[in-house]
Protein backbone atom coordinates (compact mmCIF):
# COMPACT_ATOMS: atom_id res chain seq x y z
CA UNK A 1 0.00 0.00 0.00
CA UNK A 2 1.97 3.46 -1.26
CA UNK A 3 -0.01 5.87 1.04
CA UNK A 4 0.22 9.75 1.18
CA UNK A 5 0.89 12.05 3.48
CA UNK A 6 -2.42 13.31 4.00
CA UNK A 7 -5.82 13.20 2.08
CA UNK A 8 -6.50 14.62 -0.90
CA UNK A 9 -9.57 16.05 -2.11
CA UNK A 10 -9.94 16.48 -5.49
CA UNK A 11 -13.41 17.23 -6.94
CA UNK A 12 -14.94 16.62 -10.63
CA UNK A 13 -17.35 19.10 -11.73
CA UNK A 14 -19.46 19.57 -15.00
CA UNK A 15 -21.28 22.77 -16.42
CA UNK A 16 -23.93 20.69 -17.17
CA UNK A 17 -25.63 16.65 -16.88
CA UNK A 18 -24.18 13.84 -18.69
CA UNK A 19 -20.42 15.25 -19.31
CA UNK A 20 -18.71 12.07 -18.05
CA UNK A 21 -18.24 13.29 -14.43
CA UNK A 22 -19.01 9.48 -13.00
CA UNK A 23 -17.45 7.71 -15.71
CA UNK A 24 -13.92 9.77 -14.91
CA UNK A 25 -14.28 8.66 -11.10
CA UNK A 26 -15.53 5.15 -12.04
CA UNK A 27 -11.86 4.97 -13.86
CA UNK A 28 -10.20 6.79 -11.11
CA UNK A 29 -11.11 5.24 -8.29
CA UNK A 30 -10.24 2.04 -10.43
CA UNK A 31 -6.78 3.21 -11.27
CA UNK A 32 -6.15 4.45 -7.82
CA UNK A 33 -7.23 1.13 -5.80
CA UNK A 34 -4.89 -0.75 -8.49
CA UNK A 35 -2.23 1.65 -7.03
CA UNK A 36 -2.98 0.74 -3.60
CA UNK A 37 -4.57 4.02 -2.08
CA UNK A 38 -7.35 3.85 0.02
CA UNK A 39 -10.17 5.92 -2.00
CA UNK A 40 -13.76 7.36 -0.69
CA UNK A 41 -16.48 8.84 -2.91
CA UNK A 42 -18.61 11.76 -2.44
CA UNK A 43 -21.70 11.90 -4.82
CA UNK A 44 -23.83 15.72 -4.30
CA UNK A 45 -27.18 14.67 -4.95
CA UNK A 46 -29.34 18.04 -5.87
CA UNK A 47 -32.59 16.41 -5.39
CA UNK A 48 -35.24 17.76 -3.01
CA UNK A 49 -36.77 14.54 -0.54
CA UNK A 50 -34.31 12.70 -2.01
CA UNK A 51 -32.87 9.15 -0.50
CA UNK A 52 -30.78 6.21 -0.72
CA UNK A 53 -33.21 3.72 1.14
CA UNK A 54 -35.95 2.11 -0.46
CA UNK A 55 -39.67 3.30 0.57
CA UNK A 56 -40.93 0.17 2.47
CA UNK A 57 -38.07 -1.56 3.64
CA UNK A 58 -37.09 -1.75 7.50
CA UNK A 59 -34.59 0.30 7.15
CA UNK A 60 -36.41 3.11 6.02
CA UNK A 61 -39.30 2.82 8.80
CA UNK A 62 -36.86 3.02 11.04
CA UNK A 63 -35.88 6.76 9.50
CA UNK A 64 -40.10 7.60 8.93
CA UNK A 65 -40.74 6.30 12.35
CA UNK A 66 -38.01 9.52 13.99
CA UNK A 67 -34.44 8.07 13.85
CA UNK A 68 -31.84 10.40 13.25
CA UNK A 69 -29.38 7.91 11.90
CA UNK A 70 -30.25 4.18 10.81
CA UNK A 71 -27.07 1.71 10.38
CA UNK A 72 -27.49 -0.86 8.09
CA UNK A 73 -25.74 -4.02 8.23
CA UNK A 74 -24.85 -6.83 6.46
CA UNK A 75 -21.81 -8.98 6.13
CA UNK A 76 -20.02 -7.36 3.11
CA UNK A 77 -21.10 -4.05 3.84
CA UNK A 78 -22.10 -0.94 6.30
CA UNK A 79 -24.80 1.79 5.50
CA UNK A 80 -25.13 4.85 7.34
CA UNK A 81 -27.77 7.24 6.23
CA UNK A 82 -27.78 10.84 8.64
CA UNK A 83 -31.10 12.48 8.32
CA UNK A 84 -30.29 16.17 8.08
CA UNK A 85 -32.57 19.20 8.54
CA UNK A 86 -30.72 20.36 5.50
CA UNK A 87 -27.91 19.99 2.97
CA UNK A 88 -24.57 18.71 5.19
CA UNK A 89 -21.67 20.81 3.67
CA UNK A 90 -18.69 19.42 1.91
CA UNK A 91 -16.48 20.07 5.36
CA UNK A 92 -18.83 18.47 7.56
CA UNK A 93 -19.20 15.47 5.40
CA UNK A 94 -15.03 15.39 5.34
CA UNK A 95 -15.03 15.45 8.61
CA UNK A 96 -17.96 12.79 9.20
CA UNK A 97 -15.68 10.70 6.82
CA UNK A 98 -12.59 10.73 8.61
CA UNK A 99 -14.32 9.32 11.78
CA UNK A 100 -15.18 6.45 9.51
CA UNK A 101 -11.49 5.46 8.20
CA UNK A 102 -8.47 6.76 6.62
CA UNK A 103 -8.23 7.39 3.21
CA UNK A 104 -5.60 8.96 0.83
CA UNK A 105 -8.01 10.16 -2.03
CA UNK A 106 -11.19 11.36 -1.77
CA UNK A 107 -12.95 12.60 -4.95
CA UNK A 108 -16.24 14.26 -5.24
CA UNK A 109 -18.76 14.71 -7.61
CA UNK A 110 -19.75 18.02 -8.13
CA UNK A 111 -20.09 20.86 -5.71
CA UNK A 112 -18.62 22.75 -8.20
CA UNK A 113 -18.42 26.19 -6.17
CA UNK A 114 -15.82 24.63 -3.94
CA UNK A 115 -12.18 25.44 -4.01
CA UNK A 116 -10.84 22.00 -4.24
CA UNK A 117 -8.71 20.94 -7.16
CA UNK A 118 -10.44 20.00 -9.69
CA UNK A 119 -11.09 18.01 -13.13
CA UNK A 120 -13.24 19.41 -15.43
CA UNK A 121 -15.53 17.05 -17.03
CA UNK A 122 -16.82 18.90 -19.79
CA UNK A 123 -18.83 18.03 -23.14
CA UNK A 124 -17.65 20.67 -25.22
CA UNK A 125 -14.90 23.68 -25.49
CA UNK A 126 -17.28 26.13 -23.86
CA UNK A 127 -18.20 23.96 -21.37
CA UNK A 128 -14.53 23.54 -20.15
CA UNK A 129 -13.35 27.28 -20.65
CA UNK A 130 -16.54 28.11 -18.56
CA UNK A 131 -14.62 26.19 -15.83
CA UNK A 132 -11.09 25.43 -16.14
CA UNK A 133 -8.89 28.37 -13.25
CA UNK A 134 -5.82 28.25 -11.39
CA UNK A 135 -7.45 24.97 -8.99
CA UNK A 136 -7.76 22.85 -12.49
CA UNK A 137 -5.67 20.30 -12.71
CA UNK A 138 -6.83 17.98 -16.13
CA UNK A 139 -10.20 17.96 -18.51
CA UNK A 140 -11.46 15.47 -19.24
CA UNK A 141 -14.94 13.36 -19.74
CA UNK A 142 -17.11 13.63 -23.21
CA UNK A 143 -14.69 15.88 -24.85
CA UNK A 144 -11.45 14.28 -24.38
CA UNK A 145 -12.60 11.56 -26.29
CA UNK A 146 -12.65 13.39 -29.69
CA UNK A 147 -10.33 14.35 -31.87
CA UNK A 148 -8.65 17.59 -32.55
CA UNK A 149 -9.63 19.29 -28.81
CA UNK A 150 -8.24 22.93 -28.83
CA UNK A 151 -5.26 23.92 -26.40
CA UNK A 152 -7.75 24.60 -22.82
CA UNK A 153 -4.64 25.09 -21.05
CA UNK A 154 -4.58 22.22 -18.91
CA UNK A 155 -4.18 18.49 -19.95
CA UNK A 156 -6.87 16.77 -21.86
CA UNK A 157 -7.08 13.37 -21.01
CA UNK A 158 -9.60 10.75 -21.83
CA UNK A 159 -9.95 8.74 -18.47
CA UNK A 160 -11.57 5.43 -20.05
CA UNK A 161 -8.70 5.04 -22.42
CA UNK A 162 -5.52 6.60 -20.03
CA UNK A 163 -6.93 6.59 -16.07
CA UNK A 164 -3.33 5.94 -15.45
CA UNK A 165 -2.07 9.51 -16.54
CA UNK A 166 -4.57 11.29 -14.32
CA UNK A 167 -3.50 9.36 -11.31
CA UNK A 168 -0.11 10.37 -12.22
CA UNK A 169 -1.48 14.08 -11.88
CA UNK A 170 -2.80 13.27 -8.32
CA UNK A 171 -0.17 12.07 -7.18
CA UNK A 172 2.17 14.41 -8.85
CA UNK A 173 3.60 17.77 -6.64
CA UNK A 174 1.47 20.10 -8.47
CA UNK A 175 -1.58 18.27 -6.77
CA UNK A 176 -0.15 19.30 -3.80
CA UNK A 177 0.41 22.70 -4.09
CA UNK A 178 -3.34 23.07 -5.61
CA UNK A 179 -4.52 21.09 -2.49
CA UNK A 180 -2.42 23.07 -0.47
CA UNK A 181 -3.25 26.61 -2.09
CA UNK A 182 -7.41 25.28 -1.58
CA UNK A 183 -7.34 25.96 1.58
CA UNK A 184 -5.48 29.15 2.36
CA UNK A 185 -7.10 32.51 2.08
CA UNK A 186 -6.25 33.53 -1.39
CA UNK A 187 -5.65 37.11 0.08
CA UNK A 188 -1.85 37.43 -0.83
CA UNK A 189 -1.55 40.00 2.56
CA UNK A 190 2.09 38.78 2.54
CA UNK A 191 2.23 38.90 6.35
CA UNK A 192 3.45 35.60 6.12
CA UNK A 193 6.59 36.07 4.38
CA UNK A 194 5.72 34.62 1.16
CA UNK A 195 4.42 37.33 -1.79
CA UNK A 196 1.63 35.58 -2.57
CA UNK A 197 -0.63 32.47 -1.11
CA UNK A 198 0.65 30.40 -4.36
CA UNK A 199 4.40 30.93 -3.32
CA UNK A 200 2.62 29.74 0.27
CA UNK A 201 1.19 26.95 -1.04
CA UNK A 202 4.42 25.41 -3.24
CA UNK A 203 6.51 26.28 0.10
CA UNK A 204 4.19 24.00 1.98
CA UNK A 205 3.99 21.02 -0.24
CA UNK A 206 8.09 21.35 -0.16
CA UNK A 207 7.88 21.04 3.78
CA UNK A 208 9.37 24.30 4.23
CA UNK A 209 6.26 25.74 5.89
CA UNK A 210 3.50 24.44 7.35
CA UNK A 211 -0.73 25.86 7.26
CA UNK A 212 0.35 27.28 10.78
CA UNK A 213 2.80 29.65 9.63
CA UNK A 214 -0.47 31.25 7.81
CA UNK A 215 -1.09 34.38 10.05
CA UNK A 216 -5.28 34.30 8.64
CA UNK A 217 -5.40 30.79 9.37
CA UNK A 218 -3.50 30.77 12.84
CA UNK A 219 -5.56 33.85 13.78
CA UNK A 220 -7.93 31.23 15.15
CA UNK A 221 -12.36 31.07 14.73
CA UNK A 222 -13.47 33.73 16.77
CA UNK A 223 -15.34 34.94 14.18
CA UNK A 224 -16.28 33.28 11.29
CA UNK A 225 -18.50 34.41 8.17
CA UNK A 226 -20.28 32.00 5.91
CA UNK A 227 -21.85 32.71 2.33
CA UNK A 228 -23.94 29.45 1.73
CA UNK A 229 -21.80 27.27 3.75
CA UNK A 230 -18.66 28.65 1.87
CA UNK A 231 -15.72 30.07 4.74
CA UNK A 232 -14.71 33.45 3.85
CA UNK A 233 -11.53 34.02 5.54
CA UNK A 234 -10.42 36.81 7.40
CA UNK A 235 -7.15 37.68 9.63
CA UNK A 236 -7.43 38.80 13.80
CA UNK A 237 -7.94 42.54 12.72
CA UNK A 238 -11.52 42.19 10.99
CA UNK A 239 -12.30 39.31 13.38
CA UNK A 240 -11.68 41.71 16.92
CA UNK A 241 -13.58 44.80 14.49
CA UNK A 242 -16.89 42.52 13.75
CA UNK A 243 -16.23 40.62 17.12
CA UNK A 244 -16.67 44.37 18.33
CA UNK A 245 -19.38 45.55 16.55
CA UNK A 246 -21.85 42.60 17.19
CA UNK A 247 -21.28 42.74 21.24
CA UNK A 248 -21.52 46.22 20.96
CA UNK A 249 -25.01 46.16 18.93
CA UNK A 250 -26.41 43.04 20.97
CA UNK A 251 -25.77 45.16 23.98
CA UNK A 252 -28.37 48.01 22.98
CA UNK A 253 -30.85 45.23 22.12
CA UNK A 254 -33.35 43.85 25.15
CA UNK A 255 -32.94 40.45 25.87
CA UNK A 256 -30.22 39.79 23.79
CA UNK A 257 -27.58 39.27 26.15
CA UNK A 258 -24.54 37.29 25.17
CA UNK A 259 -22.48 35.26 28.22
CA UNK A 260 -18.89 33.99 27.56
CA UNK A 261 -18.90 30.74 25.85
CA UNK A 262 -21.98 32.08 23.93
CA UNK A 263 -22.25 31.49 20.25
CA UNK A 264 -23.80 34.06 18.51
CA UNK A 265 -25.28 33.90 14.89
CA UNK A 266 -26.63 36.50 12.38
CA UNK A 267 -28.11 35.52 8.79
CA UNK A 268 -28.26 37.91 5.90
CA UNK A 269 -30.35 37.17 3.00
CA UNK A 270 -29.39 38.65 -0.07
Not at 7 to 18: E, H, Y
Not at 26 to 51: C, Q
Not at 106 to 127: M, N, Q, T, W
Not at 165 to 194: I, N, Q, Y
Request: glycine residues 10%.
Amino acid sequence: MRGVAEVQVISVVSRRSNSGKTTVIEHLVAELAGRGYRVATIKHIPKENFTIDREGSDSWKHARAGAGAVVALSPGEAAFILKTSGEMGVAEVLKKLRSLGEYDFVLIEGFRKESFPKIVAARSEEDARSLVDDSTIAVSGVIAGREGVPDLGVPVIDATRHAGKLADLLESEELRVKSALSKLPKLDCGDCGSESCLQMAERIARGEKSFNDCVVLSAGRSVEILISGRRVPIGSFVQGFVRGVVLGMLSSLKRAEAEAGDVVEIRVRV
